[in-house]
T-cell receptor
Framework: GAVVSQHPSWVICKSGTSVKIECRSL??????MFWYRQFPKQSLMLMAT?????????EQGVEKDKFLINHASLTLSTLTVTSAHPEDSSFYIC???????????FGPGTRLTVT | AQSVSQHNHHVILSEAASLELGCNYS??????LFWYVQYPGQHLQLLLK??????LVKGIKGFEAEFIKSKFSFNLRKPSVQWSDTAEYFC????????????FGAGTRLFVKA
């Protein structure tokens, strides 16, 4: 299967600071990147979809100014949580896809804890 | 609202018991269907997928699923579970409209007693 990495795997930050999470598809070109959030004991909730070189499309209820997504290349996408608050503490998972109709692959996730 | 429904949130089985986890979706049109597994402390892994063709799909680790279009269902089965199957299982659906984004069910937490 495809190799997807996320960095960092775990981050603790203070309330009000910003955190950047990187997602890399190591052995294929991701034309589309999906970002999910998973709260403890819950399912994955889709936050946004981005196509390489385009602005991200956010799901209803997800603040685009708070969760900044950059998909500048076919192998790298970043999610920046701005002015983080404790309620943003969650597991963030990226999911790159090579093309429409193709399988989505999943990164190992980044656990964010905001104190 | 369009959704993916998993009927059981928690399932407890003894080793060697048979497993069936239900999944229904409410999207019309052409869909792609997936089952993922998440072992404790690990990331998602694909168990099996259905895009087209034979509606009975074989996956890894002895799992299979059957797509019944008339029932909008894609139930996961395994004839004999093992302790190592203890994990959370997610059904997921993507459509050929809406950018093929994958939507997940709430998950079923399976615990297999040794």
């Amino acid at each position: 299967g495809a190799v997807v990495s996320q960095h960092p795997s775990w981050v603790i930050c203070k309330s009000g600071t910003s955190v950047k999470i990187e997602c890399r598809s190591l052995d294929f070109q991701a034309t589309t990147m999906f970002w999910y959030r998973q709260f403890p004991k819950q399912s994955l909730m889709l936050m946004a979809t981005s196509n390489e070189g385009s602005k991200a499309t956010y799901e209803q209820g997800v603040e685009k100014d708070k969760f900044l997504i950059n998909h500048a290349s076919l192998t790298l996408s970043t999610l920046t949580v701005t002015s983080a608050h404790p309620e943003d503490s969650s597991f963030y998972i990226c999911s790159p896809r090579a093309g429409s109709g193709s399988e989505q692959y999943f990164g190992p996730g980044t656990r964010l804890t905001v104190t | 609202a369009q959704s993916v429904s998993q009927h059981n949130h928690h399932v407890i089985l003894s080793e060697a018991a048979s497993l069936e986890l239900g999944c229904n979706y409410s999207y019309g049109g052409t869909v792609n269907l997936f089952w993922y597994v998440q072992y404790p402390g690990q990331h998602l892994q694909l168990l099996l997928k259905y895009f087209s063709g034979d509606p009975l799909v074989k996956g890894i680790k002895g799992f299979e699923a059957e797509f019944i279009k008339s029932k909008f269902s894609f139930n996961l089965r395994k004839p004999s579970v093992q302790w190592s199957d203890t994990a959370e299982y997610f059904c997921a659906v993507s459509r050929n409209t809406g950018g093929f984004k994958t939507i997940f069910g709430a998950g079923t937490r399976l615990f297999v007693k040794a």
